[in-house]
């Protein structure tokens, strides 16, 4: 059975640190793209950092660039996502995700990422106090 499962979430003052992690089942994920996206009340999910699977090449979106950073242990099967320097606009619930046989995930010249993903995590809350 395919499972993803982040954790890692919380409630933190403006400037400090988290790691989201995810835990991968019924699938290896160095086989697949993966990333980061999250929700924030009242808007639509976007994505934050992410992996595409045919090229290895790391994305982030503009807001956290120089801040997060997306990594993966293959040999945990896990995926991490470190927040430094966290913002209230951060406050999200945040998942993990990873991209199916045609799974992919890119940046246009604004930032904003675009992505294709077929398994996804429930979900953690991130919110960041100010």
Known sequence: QV???DSGGGLVQSGDSLRLSCAASGFTLDSHAI???RQAPGKERE???CINRSDG???H???VKGR??????????????????????????YYCAAGGRFGYCRSNSEG???????????????????
């Open 3 to 5: 499972q993803l499962v």
């Open 112 to 130: 904003v990422i675009s992505y294709s993903m077929e398994y996804w995590g429930k979900g953690t809350l991130v919110n960041v106090s100010s």
């Open 57 to 59: 090449t790391t994305y």
């Open 35 to 37: 990333g980061w996206f």
């Open 61 to 63: 979106t503009d807001s």
């Open 68 to 93: 997060f950073t997306i990594s993966r242990d293959n040999a945990k099967n896990m995926m991490y996502l470190q927040m430094n320097s966290l913002k209230p606009e951060d406050t999200a619930i």
């Open 47 to 49: 994505g934050v950092s």
